[in-house]
């Protein structure tokens, strides 16, 4: 038989056929997808073969074989420095969602996720959050933030589940999509999906007032069908976002504002750090690239870890 992954606890997975019956798996041995070594060998989305069998009168799946994947969003583990997670498989779309404050999503965290989808050839959203909490100087920030992402040619949509502003926009972009919403633990993922189908009333939290940090609700990524003719793909709250290995000379071709002008620059081996006549570096200097993402691609070619707060984020 053969199904789609819409749950997995670790060590058991749900899978559900075409017929949409859905059956609870474990994996047959040992699983290693080629050219990568994950703590997660099978992800939410991932189409799989499995056979029945009986046991204590249950019937479960054993799942003996993983399909090829047409994408997939993974970040390094932060505790486990050589390992990956595969946050989700076969992805049409995924929306990023920021917050300004309560809690903050730094320009580090966007720049990084937004280099991981950029490789893996998966289509980002910037979902602005919570704009109805905002005062006149937040919103500027967003305005600001918002310009950036726009002008390297991210779209950028401000929302809001309490007022629901854009939230049909939303749904439009979603439909005949599976989509994936992702960010740290309390920018109010679960909410808004909650505002796009109410039918499915996902576990939500208050922020910690003590350090405007999230409270964990989501433990294991999961997929949903929609009324309206979509899927979505709800997921734990993400502390850090570690880039798997890339080479140096790789990383600007996932900043299409970089990858734009690289070919302008004397070298073709330039990697625009201290090389003479680097086409990167003018455009720095002449305000055409944001410092935030020169620093952000600085970072990722130093090896340096992302620089998260080190409340208990989840």
């Keep these: 038989m053969t199904g789609i992954v819409y749950k997995s606890t670790g060590s058991w997975y749900t899978v559900k056929t075409e017929l949409g019956e859905s059956y609870e798996c474990r994996i047959k041995g040992k699983f290693r997808i080629k050219g990568i070594k994950s703590t997660n060998p099978i992800a ?18 054993v799942i003996n074989k993983i399909h090829d994947r047409k994408n997939f969003i993974v970040r390094k583990s932060v505790n486990l420095s050589k390992q990956t997670h595969v946050i989700a498989s076969n992805l049409d779309l995924v929306f990023l969602m920021i917050t ?26 910037l ?3 919570k704009i109805d909490a905002y005062d006149k100087d937040t919103l500027d920030e967003v305005r600001y933030l918002a310009h950036i ?10 929302v809001s589940a309490k007022t629901g502003k854009n939230i049909d926009k939303v749904k439009a972009l979603m439909q005949d999509n599976v989509s994936m919403f ?28 003590q350090h405007q ?21 709800d997921t734990p709250g993400i502390k ?15 900043f299409p504002e970089i ?41 990722i070619i130093e090896g340096e870890e992302e620089h998260y707060r080190t409340d208990n984020w989840d």
């Design 44 to 61: 939410v989305g991932d189409m799989v073969d499995f056979e029945l069998e009986t046991s204590n009168n249950q019937e479960t799946g």
């Design 100 to 125: 300004i404050n309560n809690p903050p999503t730094l320009t580090s965290f966007i720049d990084r996720f937004l280099v991981t989808a950029e490789a893996y050839s998966i289509k980002t959203i």
């Design 259 to 299: 990858f734009e002008l690289k070919q302008h620059c004397k070298f073709n081996n330039c990697i625009h750090v201290k090389e003479p006549k680097c086409a990167v570096k003018q455009a720095l200097d002449d305000g055409e690239i944001a410092f935030s993402r020169y620093r952000s691609y600085l970072q």
């Design 127 to 129: 979902l602005f959050n």
């Design 182 to 209: 992702a960010g740290h633990s309390g920018v109010g993922k679960s909410t808004i999906v909650n505002a796009i189908e109410p039918s499915l009333n996902l576990k939500t939290k208050e922020i910690s007032s």
């Design 149 to 158: 992402y726009r002008e390297i040619g991210y779209q950028c949509i401000g």
């Design 240 to 254: 850090g976002f570690g880039v798997v290995d890339m080479d140096k000379e790789e990383v600007g071709d996932y």
């Design 213 to 233: 940090q999230g409270q964990h609700t989501t433990t294991f990524a999961e997929m949903f069908d929609l009324s309206f003719g979509a899927q979505i793909i």
